[in-house]
């Protein structure tokens, strides 16, 4: 077979394929076999008819339509895998001339992945450093746990309620001296100042002690589902029957001991400081691989395809809409709940994309240049977490993913990735000289080598 490859416009490429005589030969006869075993010819069994009566009964088009289908695709497939080229999208093929006992001639245009031009990858020199932990942060925590054992307590006679403050009401309200489905409903617990009602009804009630009633004009919109009331202007009176405030518990070693099961509020704070400082470290890893790869990425020089960007697109908003969906809602309503134009979401949807894209064209040209592999042990560590992660026997994971060659392959990439994004963070993270001559990571430690052990093929020539 013979291939000559032109490039085009973008990242499109076509392809001029001539596949000899002998390869053309053997697709007509596997095409005889499979047309004799379609056709019913009296005195001889399904499949056993020789060619000379197969011909009698078969149009020489229907031939040629076989012979055509089994040898186009496999010709293209090896057409592409000689000159290492990776379709996109799918080809327009025009064939040039076939027949029997002549070569196969014929052209694929095809879009295919473009080739990066990749900037400075290695020795970056980044570093971020781990946010501090403070005293401020230590008792955020502790707040938070003295939080959780609050209590509601009556406020003191007198006390009028406030921003913080909570409160026990009935409200009742009529659109033109009507009760209204939803506008009556007693003992409900509402806190000020959190958004729990509306801003007339809560201006209405703020200074009111426990026992007073007052009272508010309270206009529906014009969006509200119950379409009797849109526009509507109700009046809402409003009973304040307890005023109550939060009552933190003391932190003594006894609640810390039942908390947390540790022996004093010493050792709670430095539990909760070790916790910080640990979460910190790992936000600050987080960052530093984020600033790495970002850094790389736009170093990098490649023209992105539009079938890409369309095809991540589509997929962002069916993700979108599919848990919107979950919800009872889909995407136009949800913008407009949230104040959002979808001409505006729809673009920033599509430079997402642009960037991802971007982004995994990039790791894929470093991850081939330094010849990241992934493993067959890393392959099956991963499916023994994934089982473990759902609850799945391992088995049934990995014959999940044997049953599907995408999904194996789809996994196999996800490791290589991951292994490609640790092996940028190590090769650019600022490195500090030991007094022995040694080098060590601004952060004290390696980064991980991805999913599973770490194995060879992390690096350039390993892992061949």
């Not at 490429?13 to 002998?22: F, S």
């Not at 010709?75 to 990776?86: M, P, V």
Request: net charge negative; glycine share 8%; charged share 35%.
């Amino acid at each position: 077979m013979e291939v000559t490859v032109e490039r085009l416009e973008g990242s499109k490429v076509k392809l001029g394929i001539t596949v000899d005589r002998e390869e053309v030969a053997r697709a007509y006869d596997r095409a005889c076999r499979n047309l004799a075993g379609q056709v019913n010819v009296p005195g001889f069994r399904r499949g056993k008819v020789p060619r000379a009566v197969l011909e009698r009964h078969v149009k020489p088009e229907a031939f040629k339509e076989e012979a055509l289908d089994i040898i186009l695709p496999a010709s293209y497939s090896q057409a592409l895998d000689a000159k290492d080229l990776e379709p996109i999208d799918r080809p327009q093929v025009n064939v040039v001339s076939f027949a029997e006992g002549e070569p196969l001639v014929f052209e694929a245009t095809v879009e295919v992945k473009p080739e990066v031009k990749l900037g400075q990858y290695t020795g970056l020199g980044l570093s971020v450093p781990p946010k501090p932990v403070d005293e401020a942060d230590i008792q955020g925590q502790v707040e938070a746990m003295r939080e959780r054992r609050a209590e509601l307590v009556p406020a003191e006679p007198g006390t009028k309620l406030a921003d913080g403050l909570f409160a026990v009401i009935d409200y009742h309200g009529t659109v033109d001296g009507e009760p209204f489905e939803g506008g009556d409903s007693e003992g409900v617990l509402v806190q000020l100042g959190a958004g729990q009602l509306e801003t007339e009804v809560e201006a209405a009630v703020k200074g009111a002690q426990a026992g007073e009633e007052r009272e508010c004009a309270l206009t529906f919109p014009e969006d509200i589902r119950n379409e009797s009331l849109r526009g509507k202007t109700a009046q809402v009176k409003v009973r304040v029957k307890e005023v109550k405030v939060k009552k933190l518990p003391e932190l003594t070693d006894d609640l810390v001991k039942e908390l947390s099961g540790l022996e004093n509020v010493e050792s709670l704070r430095k539990r909760i400081a070790e916790g910080l400082e640990e979460r910190a470290r790992r936000e600050a890893r987080e960052e530093l691989t984020r600033q790495v790869v970002e850094k790389v990425v736009e170093a990098a020089e490649v023209e992105i395809p539009e079938t890409l960007v369309t095809r991540r697109t589509e997929q962002a908003t069916e993700d979108m809409n599919e848990r919107l969906a979950a919800q009872g809602l889909d995407l136009d309503r949800y913008l407009a709940i949230v104040g959002l134009d979808r001409e505006q979401w729809d673009k920033d949807t599509r430079a997402r994309a642009k960037h991802q894209v971007k982004k995994d064209l990039v790791l894929e040209a470093i991850s081939r240049r330094e010849d990241i592999r992934a493993t067959d042990a890393e392959v099956e560590f991963e499916m023994a977490r994934l089982a473990a992660a759902t609850g799945q026997k391992p088995e049934k994971v990995r014959k999940l993913f044997r049953a599907s060659p995408a999904r194996l392959e789809s996994l196999r990439a996800g490791i290589i990735t991951s292994k490609t994004v640790s092996y940028l963070v190590r090769e650019n993270e600022a490195r500090i000289a030991l007094p022995d001559g040694a080098v060590k990571s601004e952060s004290g430690r390696d980064s991980e080598s991805g999913p599973g052990p770490k194995t060879k093929g992390e690096g350039r020539g390993e892992g061949k």
